[in-house]
């Protein structure tokens, strides 16, 4: 299955969502993550070989494509709207990261807007939220009313996702109480996707 994260901002957790996804698969499948960010952001974090699946730059791909069962492909931080389109064309699935901000949930509409002509398969999924609050549930609702499909779950906002980055590793691999947590909501997301 090919997969590609896309927004049209920077910020919302497609890295993130990409390489947690890559991991899940990983444990069915050989996956591998295609970092098509300019800003190598997959690449820099797998540097120490701390990931479990294969990271490819875009470049350094189309050799290695047919080794995988999963391709997941990571994009730039704010793609145009032909990028978009053609992400669509090629990948069975589009996942649309957003966070609960309003001004994200503003632009995730105005991507799927783009994507509703080209009968692509797409899905919402709700990133940093923060359970302190109601503004997963109220974006949840936002997004329910306008009609857009969605992850079931959402991904909680934790200080875990934010630092394992820098230590070359999945959440899974992070040493704190509610980094378990984190990684349970990517493998429901990933079990969501492969039935
Ligand atoms: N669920 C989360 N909880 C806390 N921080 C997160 C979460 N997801 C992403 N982040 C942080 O937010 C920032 C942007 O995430 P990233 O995945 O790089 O987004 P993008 O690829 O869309 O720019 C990074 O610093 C990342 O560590
Ligand atoms: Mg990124």
Redesign the pocket.
């Given at each position: 299955m090919i997969i590609a994260i896309t927004?049209l901002?920077?910020?919302?957790?497609?890295?993130?969502?990409a390489v947690h996804l890559a991991a899940y698969l990983q444990t069915l499948s050989p996956t591998l993550l295609i970092d098509a960010?300019k800003n190598r952001?997959a690449l820099v974090w797998s540097k120490e070989d701390k990931l479990p699946f294969y990271v490819a730059s875009q470049a350094g791909s189309p050799a290695l494509i047919k080794k995988f069962t999963h391709i997941i492909i990571?994009t730039q931080?704010r793609p145009e709207p032909e990028e978009l389109a053609d992400l669509a064309e090629g990948s069975d699935l589009l996942i649309l990261?957003t966070t609960p901000n309003p001004l994200d949930l503003d632009t995730t509409v105005k991507a799927i807007e783009l994507l509703e002509p080209l009968k692509v398969n797409y899905k919402v999924l709700l990133?940093?939220v923060d359970s302190r609050t109601t503004n997963g549930r109220d974006a949840r609702k936002f997004l329910e009313e306008a009609k857009l499909p969605m992850f079931r779950v959402d991904?909680?906002?934790?200080?875990a996702?934010?630092r394992s980055?820098g230590k070359g590793v999945i959440v899974k691999d992070y040493p704190d109480p509610r980094a378990p947590l984190?990684w349970s909501k990517y493998v429901s997301v990933g079990k969501e996707i492969i039935k």
């Open positions: 927004a901002k920077g910020g919302v957790g497609k890295t993130t969502t960010d952001s990571d931080a990261p990133t940093k991904i909680p906002l934790l200080v996702f934010q980055p984190g």
